[in-house]
């Protein structure tokens, strides 16, 4: 299976039916993107696939083949996103943080609440009842 | 620069906006199995075999008779078995333990189990087991009602809340020269360090516990990864190779732990002005299967069931039953969620039974500074019970809304709370916990076994040290909750980890300024090598407890809150929305702003969830609605919008005056929307509110 993962190009020898949950985790040791339940609720496991955010639980590696999928890790540590969420204290325990931040990045520049809101119903988070992360991503701006 | 009272940078906050914190599941050790636990399937029996229908090439095989220790998962009272021998109390009882390579022939693995079922308890109320009673008594019952120009009762119901955690439980077990380490998402180092000793016969010294990057606890994982720790050191002594053991969504809701479901009915007696005379208050928890923390839960919850108020003639009768359940335990609030759900809506029945206003009814009665609690413990000069009602009321607009809102479809209503900090009596007595602060080559280092779990320990804890020791919070290192490396601080607890352990930081930082001179920690280090202070716990002199008859003075400090909650009902599905909590607390001193904020926040946001959506299904035992597609927790769009205050009246005996404030934001949302509800015209006792609920309150009252 051949893909663009965070800018380059990776060939794993992985069944096509593979999570690519499974594939990111195991087979390219990203272990940034993180299961929280397996079917889809929790969107810890966010990734973008061509720019959209996925729960990578859901997808069979086969899906995509010859695309583009971000990881966490590639956004590297700078992005004002990352340092929203660390000025802001978007992150408590941390888990559903790199799900919460790419799905973040596919909301634009200046998201209204309302937007935010809508954007994030995905992804839970059990610890910050969701006052910072909205901060965080308004500070982000 | 002080760092106490800013919010400095989180310690972890890179590592966890960069996907680079390595939690439980992230770390691969050479040659790791993976693990798996087949589990009961009855409420209640006996196993009377098992048979292994696949081919144990490549598998290591465990059940209980590979126990080299005592068969128990230690803690209170030893009745949990670590695997099940013979007697079944409830599904989902480990039974045995397999580990291979494959995770794909882990899964295919097929295995019998001979279970001769028996009839099951589930009514707590039916039970003929308590594992705990409590009896609390203030004045002369009696002479109160006989003075109570009115009476009113009430019973009132809270049901199982599921943590979520969204990092399920999971730990790592390698095998070491002459023991065990096992690396996990755990609470406690030291309590799953004390339950593997004893399973595995060996000295504590032989097991070393340490605690990876943590998703989430909420008291989910205080005690049960203990259990969880001793099946994985067995299957990796056994096979001779790490192995980790990960549990996914559907077996950690089926198998651990929950919040109990309580049972709390009220007769109070009245003066035709709203004043309590007597208070006659009975507190039924399920404990499900096994005891662990039921009894201390159990504690708790009595201690705050007459709420934060006086009153002359006091009884709480608390008892903890056994059940044919998965064991309840732990969870943010600890008891004090169910009884202030209760006293709390009581109060509400109160105020409409005796037309009065609820704020006003509440003003009458709520603890002043000298006032004594149903313990008899007299409340200090911090108590703010008036100032949190008082701002929250008038910073919400609740009078002018409470007219404005009637007969439109939307509701508003309150709740006055509190919550002790620490260990309950002379609980802190006993644990006698110790930290350190040590001189590094930069700075310091903080040793404790507090565990960072999301709510901000490491970051606190260094702000507490830096200022203690005048240097700058960046040089203050803290160090990894590691059993064979960290002083036993007790468990991250019981909102114990600022004010009790923060604390006992404070007077150890102190102890190295004051040798240190006009030379900072690195010159001095550079100078005259290593300094290390350990300090342990110190009771507060005044504290009295009369464990016996639960009498004195139950905790060191309270913080206090109030909430005011607004709903819309929708008529088309019955929901209730909640639109906006308004949350004025009083945590004594906010160490860190911005954390305190989140832990008052995310706490206000499982209550909301506990109040509307939270349903645990139980079904012949089990809870049937074990996915996170039908256990709901509040998302984004079921959050209202959180309106908060932090009071600091300062705590003497705390860090900068600091008090416990991760458990008190659990305790006011569910009654302050479920009495929002009830100014909608719906009369529900009981949470979750689903919507059929909702529904069922709405047919009743037409």
């Known amino acids: ?141 | 620069m002080n760092a106490v009272g800013r919010s400095v940078p989180r310690k972890d906050g890179i590592g966890k906006a960069t996907g680079a914190a390595r939690y439980a599941d992230d770390l691969r050790f050479p040659g790791m199995l993976v693990g798996r636990t087949i589990r009961t399937t009855v409420p209640c029996g006996r196993l009377n075999g098992i048979t292994l229908d696949f081919d144990r090439a490549g598998f290591t095989v465990v059940d209980c008779r590979d126990i080299p220790g005592k068969n128990v998962v230690s803690l209170i009272e030893d009745d949990q078995p670590c695997l099940v021998e013979r007697e079944i109390r409830h599904v989902a009882e480990p039974v045995l333990l397999l580990a291979h390579e494959s995770r794909d022939a882990l899964l295919s693995a097929r295995v019998t189990l001979e279970e001769e079922p028996k009839a099951p308890v589930f009514d707590p109320e039916q039970s003929p087991v308590a594992f705990k009673t409590i009896l609390i008594e203030k004045g002369d019952l009696a002479a109160g009602f006989s003075t109570a120009e009115h009476v009113v009762e009430g019973s009132y119901r809270t049901g199982h809340q599921e943590h979520v955690y969204i990092e399920p439980q999971g730990v790592i077990a390698v095998p070491e020269a002459n023991g065990v380490a096992v690396y996990g998402s755990i609470q406690c180092p030291f309590y799953a360090q004390r339950a593997l000793a004893v399973v595995l016969g060996s000295a504590v010294s032989h097991v070393r516990v340490v605690q990876t990057e943590t998703g989430g606890g909420f008291g989910g994982k205080e005690e049960y990864p203990s259990g969880l720790a001793c099946h994985a050191a067995l299957l990796a002594l056994k096979s001779g190779r790490p192995v980790k053991l990960i549990y996914d969504r559907v077996e950690d809701m089926v198998a651990t732990t929950k919040r109990h479901p309580a049972i709390v009915r009220h007769r109070t007696g009245l003066t035709r002005d709203g004043g309590l005379v007597a208070m006659d208050i009975e507190v039924i928890l399920d404990g499900g299967a096994y005891t662990t923390l039921s009894p201390v839960v159990l504690s708790r919850g009595a201690i705050h069931a007459a709420g934060p108020y006086r009153c002359d003639h006091v009884r709480i009768a608390a008892r903890a039953m056994f059940t044919n359940t998965p064991p309840n335990g732990a969870f943010r609030g600890f008891g004090a969620p169910q009884t202030q759900f209760a006293v709390e809506v009581h109060m509400e029945r109160i105020a409409e039974a005796l037309n009065l206003d609820p704020v006003r009814l509440r003003e009458r009665n709520l603890l002043r500074p000298g006032d004594t609690t149903a313990t008899g413990q007299r409340v200090g000069d911090d108590c703010s019970a008036r100032e949190v009602l008082r701002t929250a009321v008038r910073r919400s607009g609740f009078r002018r809304k409470r007219k404005a809102y009637q007969g439109t479809g939307r509701g508003i209503g309150l709740s006055l709370y509190w919550h002790g900090s620490g260990f309950t009596g002379s609980g802190e007595l006993k644990l006698a916990s110790r930290a350190t602060v040590e001189l590094t080559a930069t700075g310091v280092r903080a040793l404790t076994s507090s565990t960072e779990i999301g709510q901000g320990t490491r970051t606190m804890h260094a702000q507490i040290v830096a200022d203690a020791l005048d240097i700058p919070y960046e040089t203050v290192e803290i160090a990894t909750p590691d059993t064979s490396v960290v002083p036993d601080s007790g468990p991250t607890v019981a909102s114990r980890t600022c004010m009790v352990v923060g604390r006992i930081l404070q007077r150890a930082a102190e102890e190295i300024r004051g040798k240190l001179g006009d030379l900072t920690p690195a010159e001095y280090y550079r100078q005259f090598g290593q300094l290390t202070v350990t300090k342990q716990y110190e009771q507060p002199d005044w504290i009295r407890w009369d464990e016996i008859h639960y009498r004195g003075d139950a905790y060191a400090a309270y913080a206090w809150g109030c909430d005011v909650a607004e709903v819309e009902l929708d008529t088309d599905t019955w929901e209730i929305r909640p639109t906006r909590l308004t949350v004025v607390t009083d945590v004594g001193k906010a160490i860190h702003p911005a954390l305190a904020l989140g832990q008052i926040e995310g706490g206000t946001a499982q209550g909301v969830g506990y109040a509307l959506l939270e349903r645990v299904t139980m079904r012949d035992g089990v809870m049937a609605n074990a996915q996170l597609t039908n256990y709901l927790i509040p998302t984004t769009l079921d959050t209202p919008r959180l309106d908060v205050v932090l009071l600091e009246h300062p705590y003497a005996g705390g860090p900068f005056g600091a008090k416990g404030l991760g458990e008190l934001p659990i305790d006011g949302p569910a009654p302050a929307v479920v009495n929002a509800v009830r100014h909608l015209g719906l009369d529900v006792r009981a949470i979750p509110a689903v919507p059929e609920v909702i529904m069922e309150a709405a047919c009743a009252s037409r």
């Open chain 1, 1 to 141: 299976m051949r893909f663009t993962l965070n800018g380059a190009e990776v060939d794993v020898a992985v069944h096509p039916m593979a999570r690519l949950l499974d594939v990111l985790r195991e087979s390219c040791e990203l272990t940034g993107t993180k299961e929280g339940c397996g079917e889809g609720e929790c969107g810890a496991c966010t990734v973008l696939v061509n720019g959209e955010a996925v729960c990578s639980c859901l997808i069979p590696v086969a899906q995509v083949e010859g695309g583009e999928v971000t990881t966490i890790e590639g956004l590297g540590a700078e992005h004002r996103l990352q340092r929203a969420f660390m000025d802001e204290v978007g992150a408590q325990c941390g888990i559903c943080t790199p799900g919460m931040i790419l799905t973040a990045v596919t909301l634009g520049g200046r998201p209204s609440l309302a937007r935010i809101r809508q954007g994030l119903a995905g992804n839970l988070c059990r610890c910050t009842g969701y006052e910072a992360i909205y901060r965080a991503i308004h500070r982000a701006r």
